[in-house]
């Protein structure tokens, strides 16, 4: 069963605000879940999130 984190958890993870996370999410930057009026993020979508950054 794939692991889920809450926007709370990614925003300190990446050090910014739970409203950039939401933000993220709103534009399709990071794909989510809609659990009641919560998010969740699976794991593979945390890992393609951060492989499409890459800059290097």
Not at 2 to 20: F, G, M, N
């Amino acid at each position: 069963m794939p692991e889920y984190y809450t926007c709370e958890e990614i925003a300190a993870r990446y050090k910014v605000k739970t409203l950039t996370v939401w933000d993220w999410i709103r534009k399709k930057k990071l794909p989510a879940i809609k659990i009641g009026r919560d998010y969740r993020i699976r794991q593979e979508d945390i890992d393609a999130f951060e492989k499409s950054r890459k800059t290097a």
